[in-house]
């Protein structure tokens, strides 16, 4: 079994952030691969279903951005499961929006999300880097990160959630390089 996590925080006010870029991904991927209902458990929103002939559970952690780790730790806890089969999809500045960027391991580069997860589980899972831009000064980070996708993005952030949850078969599979390649050309066609 895989635990692929999505980092955002509940609350409708919320919903179209930024930062919850990642729990948009989980609810693409659900829908698109029909996985069953939501339950609450593991102080989140989790959702079970295949892909391909991968078992995966979708979590949404509902103790907001900085303690994710309480709930990520807790689910991997109860399926005796280590880091290596966690997937945590995530907001990432440094990537221009929309660009999609698979990456094992690394820094928490100040999200406190990844920050909350590498204190409770160290830093070696697989994250989804989902590109969101920078502002251009970081006194226009929190603004910026906290704020809604603009109208004029929103066909952008559907092409690539779409795109994401077509190609996560590549994903389940662990072949990163084909997930991003297939994404990015269906992006490009």
């Known amino acids: 079994m895989q635990v692929w996590?999505?980092?955002?925080?509940?609350?409708?006010?919320?919903?179209?952030?930024?930062?919850?870029?990642?729990?948009?991904?989980?609810?693409?991927?659900?829908?698109?691969?029909?996985?069953?209902?939501?339950?609450?458990?593991?102080?989140g929103w989790v959702q079970e279903g295949r892909i391909g002939t991968q078992k995966v559970l979708l979590l949404k952690p509902a103790t907001f951005m900085n303690e994710s780790g309480r709930s990520v730790g807790e689910a991997l806890r109860f399926y005796k499961l280590g880091v290596e089969a966690l997937t945590v999809f995530h907001d990432e500045l440094d990537l221009a929006p929309f660009k999609v960027k698979v990456k094992q391991g690394g820094g928490t580069a100040g999200h406190n999300g990844l920050r909350s997860i590498d204190k409770h589980l160290g830093p070696d899972f697989r994250r989804v880097r989902i590109g969101i831009g920078h502002p251009g000064h970081k006194d226009r980070v929190t603004g910026?990160?906290?704020?809604?996708?603009?109208?004029?993005?929103?066909?952008?952030?559907?092409?690539?959630?779409?795109?994401?949850?077509?190609?996560?078969?590549?994903?389940a599979k662990g072949d990163d390089v084909r997930f991003m390649n297939d994404v990015t050309l269906r992006l490009n066609s």
């Open 144 to 171: 910026h990160v906290l704020g809604n996708f603009a109208k004029t993005e929103q066909d952008d952030l559907t092409d690539m959630l779409g795109a994401m949850a077509a190609e996560a078969d590549w994903l």
């Open 5 to 43: 996590v999505g980092l955002g925080n509940p609350g409708p006010q919320y919903a179209l952030h930024r930062h919850n870029v990642g729990f948009m991904a989980l609810d693409t991927i659900a829908e698109v691969h029909s996985f069953g209902p939501v339950q609450k458990k593991f102080q």
